[in-house]
């Protein structure tokens, strides 16, 4: 029951460090919200 909100974390947080981390990651940003949104997805289906 807590694994879908860990794996949900997971990704803001290697989102965060990423954007912060990463020069001129800016550039991909819109690219990188919809891999995101797609992970989110993922973990939305694992978790029903």
């Known amino acids: 029951m807590a694994v879908p ?4 974390m997971s990704v803001n947080v290697l989102f965060v460090v990423g954007a912060v981390s990463v020069p001129s990651l800016w550039g991909l940003v819109e690219y990188l919200l919809q891999a995101a949104v797609v992970g989110f997805l993922a973990i939305g289906a694992f978790a029903l």
């Open 5 to 8: 909100p860990t794996l949900v």
